[in-house]
């Protein structure tokens, strides 16, 4: 990645890439840095926080994050459960991308699990790196394979039943787990308010929208929402009543991730700061400005009232009064914006 930036024009000295199993090897260099941009643990977000705020470094962290999805009953079934078993095994669930908590309609809950078993069970191939025809790999350390382990006996013990997986794979690696779907997990488990960050989602049924708006509300974790349905109205009225730092309608995040002009804002415990778009490349910058006045000086002679400055002015503020009672607010303009969407929208969608 370093070496594309080069290539591009980025001078070869602005990164520097330093190897360590440990944050606190990187800590040290907090005094001497611009920003600092942080993604791990909650605890590792909040030392790194702690020693930016000591030395008044800016920084912007990402520590645990909960995807979730909405799978409701008039979505596309067979788009939706590719779209999230994608989501969750990809990199082995090992990204701040993937989903971990598919909450499905009740009236749709079994054809939905049957169509995310299916496509997992003929898509996901199990292997070590070195298998080109692998689809899931191994996690980057043996204790995320203690923590699967621990995550599934807990739902198990609480009733939960396990469609598929659950089960290290020493065989392939010392650090791979299957690829594990679970279901019908109780609302009140801890596991909800948890990042597992491995191969591991839970289907949970719903009947009621409101208990799981509720539930997301009260979360300082969880922190994009994917909505599987084809109703528009619905997707806007649960954008302005539940709190999700992004909302992908019928895909998962890689429609996000694609739209390279949305920002998105950390939430909760699940960061602070901004990745994606201008304004996260903007946040690594200090703001500087220069004018210059090239001709007339806007100070005029006379200071006493009526003066023409003070005259050009009023007149300005007049006419911009009138543009926006006679043009800018008015039924037409409203008409001529919403072509002008309807338009954009058959090209690229609404975001």
């Not at 520097?16 to 001497?32: E, L, N, T, Y």
């Not at 070590?128 to 025809?133: A, C, E, I, K, L």
């Not at 396990?162 to 690696?173: C, D, K, N």
């Not at 006045?293 to 911009?320: A, C, H, Q």
Request: charged share 20%; hydrophobic share 45%.
């Amino acid at each position: 990645m370093k070496a594309m930036l080069v290539d591009a024009g980025m001078p070869e000295d602005a990164w520097r890439v330093v190897v360590s199993d440990s944050s606190q090897f990187g800590m040290k260099f907090i005094p001497a840095l611009d920003y600092v941009a942080a993604i791990g643990s909650n605890r590792m977000c909040q030392q790194i926080s702690m020693e930016c705020a000591r030395h008044s470094v800016p920084v912007s962290c990402f520590g645990g994050i909960k995807n979730i999805a909405l799978v409701m009953d008039d979505a596309k079934l067979w788009d939706a459960a590719k779209a999230c078993a994608r989501s969750a095994f990809l990199n082995a669930g090992q990204s701040i991308n993937s989903v971990e908590i598919i909450f499905v309609h009740e009236s749709v809950r079994e054809p939905f699990e049957q169509m995310m078993l299916q496509y997992t069970q003929e898509q996901i191939r199990v292997g070590r790196f070195t298998d080109r025809h692998a689809t899931m790999g191994s996690l980057m350390y043996p204790s995320r394979v203690k923590k699967c382990e621990k995550v599934v006996k807990l739902a198990l013990d609480n009733g939960a039943r396990v469609l598929m997986g659950s089960h290290p794979r020493p065989e392939i690696s010392p650090t791979f787990f299957e690829p594990t779907i679970l279901s019908n997990l109780p609302y009140d488990l801890d596991l909800l308010e948890t990042e597992v960050y491995g191969p591991l989602v839970a289907l949970l049924p719903f009947e009621d929208i409101t208990s799981v708006v509720r539930l997301v509300t009260g979360s300082r974790v969880i922190d994009s929402a994917s909505v599987f349905t084809r109703d528009i109205d619905f997707v806007r009225n649960l954008i302005n009543n539940a709190e999700f730092a992004t909302v992908s309608v019928n895909d998962t995040y890689f429609s996000m991730d694609m739209s390279w002009r949305a920002p998105i804002q950390g939430k909760g415990e699940s960061g602070q700061g901004i990745r994606h778009g201008l304004e996260a490349i903007l946040q690594y910058t200090q703001v500087f400005s220069a004018t210059r006045l090239k001709s007339i000086s806007w100070v005029p002679k006379d200071w006493r009232s009526g003066n023409w400055t003070e005259r050009l002015t009023f007149w300005f503020m007049g006419f911009y009064s009138w543009l926006s009672r006679n043009v800018t607010d008015t039924v037409v303009a409203d008409g001529i914006r919403a072509i002008l969407r309807w338009i954009r929208d058959r090209f690229v969608g609404p975001v």
